[in-house]
Nanobody, 115 residues
Framework: QVQLVESGGGLVEPGGSLRLSCAGSGSGFSGYTMGWYRQGAGKDRELVAF???????RYADFVKGRFTISRDNAKNTMTLQMNSLKPEDTAIYYCSSVPTRAGYWGQGTQVTVSS
């Protein structure tokens, strides 16, 4: 049974930083391209950044230069360092594979950017 667990969310003021973590259990994680997704209230889920098993990363334009994705295949973990946060970054953040796989989602972690 593959499981993903996200952590690290919270409340931060505009311009602040947060570091999200994703821990995967079971086989597959280290071989998958993994990504961070987010879903704001009343919005569709969107892909924020992804990283392949070799460490090559890509970012959505709306986070480029502010967020950094990384992974540790030996530990089955992935992180998202988020700097210069904006109110529009407020959302539930999820980790999953890219492309997504049925049932391969964690519970998400809430990020709220507000003064």
């Amino acid at each position: 049974q593959v499981q993903l667990v996200e952590s690290g969310g919270g409340l931060v003021e505009p311009g602040g930083s947060l570091r999200l973590s994703c821990a995967g259990s079971g086989s597959g994680f280290s071989g998958y391209t993994m990504g961070w997704y987010r879903q704001g209230a009343g919005k569709d889920r969107e892909l924020v950044a992804f990283i392949n098993r070799g460490g090559t990363a890509r970012y959505a334009d709306f986070v480029k230069g502010r967020f950094t994705i990384s992974r540790d295949n030996a530990k089955n973990t992935m992180t998202l360092q988020m700097n210069s946060l904006k109110p529009e970054d407020t959302a539930i953040y999820y980790c999953s594979s890219v492309p997504t796989r049925a049932g391969y989602w964690g519970q998400g972690t809430q990020v709220t950017v507000s003064s």
